[in-house]
C-alpha cells in the first residue's frame, strides 16, 4: 500500500465515538502498550449511517477489536502501534475479521504529525 496520511485517530484504550464519526476502538485483551496504539482514519460525517459494525484484526500478535460505522465501506484505516509500524485495511462492512496489509512505516495521522513539528520525530 502506499504512504497514507489520515486527518483522525483513537488510541485503543477504549474511545467511544472518536472525533464524533461513529468510530470506536476498545482494549478488550490488549496490553498497556498494545493500548497505545491508534486507529487512524479520514472521519466523513456524510457517509455515515448511524450503524455500527464490529470488526476485528490481528497485527503484531494482538487482535483489535473496533465498532465502524457501516458507511465507511471501502474506506481505507490504518493501526498505528507505539513505535509507529502501522497496518492498513480498507473495511469491508459484511466482514467482521479485517484483512491487514503487510507491517510498514507508511501511515501517519495527527499524533505523528503533531510529534514531527514539534521535533520529536
Known amino acids: ?14 474511545n467511544l465515538d472518536i472525533d464524533g464519526f461513529n468510530v470506536a476502538t476498545f482494549s478488550n485483551g490488549l496490553t498497556v502498550d498494545q493500548q497505545k496504539s491508534a ?15 464490529p470488526a476485528s484484526g490481528t497485527f503484531e500478535g494482538a487482535i483489535y477489536t473496533m465498532d465502524i460505522d457501516q458507511g465507511y465501506n471501502g474506506q481505507v484505516f490504518t493501526i498505528i502501534n507505539k513505535d509507529r509500524l502501522s497496518t492498513q485495511f480498507t473495511f469491508n462492512s459484511a466482514v467482521e475479521g ?7 512505516y507508511d501511515s501517519t495521522g495527527p499524533e505523528l504529525r503533531r510529534l514531527y513539528t514539534l521535533g520529536y520525530v
Open 1 to 14: 500500500m502506499s504512504i497514507l496520511s489520515f486527518n483522525n485517530q483513537g488510541n485503543f484504550s477504549g
Open 39 to 53: 486507529l487512524a482514519f479520514d472521519g466523513n460525517a456524510s457517509l455515515e449511517t448511524t450503524t455500527a459494525v
Open 98 to 104: 479485517q484483512t491487514f496489509g503487510a507491517a510498514s
